[in-house]
């Protein structure tokens, strides 16, 4: 089994154990009572230039423990002082040592869009996002079949939250498009087996129409790898580990956004 298939499982186990304290229906009930979202995530990253969706991430599988000390509220404060447009924060618990705590404590904190960065498989991930705080979910599209994409795009769509179609291949660019997504993510890594092509992006740049908002994602961490994306037109970026391991957070996102 990929690493990928474990996640994506584990993910299936948390829902069933979550269900059996909220069910489905009571957790849809609380996520559409509350006042729709209104898409900032996308309204964001439609803005004119180049925006910034800083994670906040202890650990990961390819990388183990990043941030032994993960002060998650100080670290989203920093990102929003420093001109983050956006903050991604992980809930996976089991190799990510994240939370839903961390998103719902920093989703109250900060003013900026929370992006739920986690192995959605399941309608109720959507809805519990919606009630943490989240304006945007991430969809992966290699654990999802092109139905359940609409699907849950559609659900977003319902509660004003914007949904990240995240692709690695041309066939799943075809997937996120013909499934209605408006902003697509480009993973610079294979979650499969955690190699890096960074080339990635500009390859499958090319397939990703203007009208879709075009994220790249993983492995960026220099002015180099930021002014490549610039050139071919990114609308945003998507940086963990670089700024976790960065001890002056705010210094390394003014350094990669070209203010000094
Ligand atoms: O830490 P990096 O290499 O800057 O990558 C950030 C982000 O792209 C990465 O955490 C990520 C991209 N897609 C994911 C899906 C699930 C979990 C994590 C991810």
Not at 43 to 48: A, G, K, V
Not at 193 to 218: C, G, P, Q, W, Y
Not at 245 to 258: C, P, S, V
Request: hydrophobic share 40%; charged share 30%.
């Amino acid at each position: 089994m990929t690493i990928l298939e474990q996640l994506a499982d584990h993910a299936r186990e948390r829902v069933a154990q979550a269900k059996r304290n909220v069910s489905l229906e009571a957790i849809r009930r609380q996520a559409l009572s509350l006042p729709k979202g209104n898409f900032s995530f996308e309204n964001t990253l439609r803005r004119p230039g180049l925006s910034f969706i800083c994670e906040c991430k202890k650990a990961s599988p390819s990388k183990g423990l990043i941030a032994p000390d993960f002060p998650y509220l100080q670290i989203a404060r920093d990102y929003e002082e420093a001109g983050a447009d956006c903050i991604s924060v992980l809930t996976e618990p089991k190799w990510f040592l994240g939370s839903g705590e961390y998103l719902r404590e920093i989703a109250n904190s900060v003013s900026i869009p929370c992006l739920r960065k986690d192995f959605t498989v399941d309608e109720y991930m959507i809805y519990r996002a919606k009630v943490l705080g989240a304006s945007a979910v991430l969809l992966i599209c290699s654990i999802l079949r092109g139905g359940q994409i609409k699907e849950y795009i559609s659900i977003c769509d319902e509660l004003g939250l914007s949904a990240l179609v995240e692709v690695h291949s041309e066939d799943e660019v075809q997937a996120a498009l013909s499934a209605g997504a408006r902003i697509i993510g480009v993973n610079n890594r294979d979650l499969k087996d955690f190699s890096m092509d960074t080339d990635n992006s500009r390859r499958l740049r090319k397939l990703i129409r203007h009208d879709a908002l075009f994220v790249s994602e993983s492995g960026i961490g220099s002015a180099g790898d930021i002014g490549k994306l610039r050139k071919i037109d990114a609308d945003a970026v998507l940086i963990g580990e670089a700024l976790m391991r960065a001890a002056d957070k705010k210094n390394m996102l003014n350094e990669l956004r070209g203010i000094s």
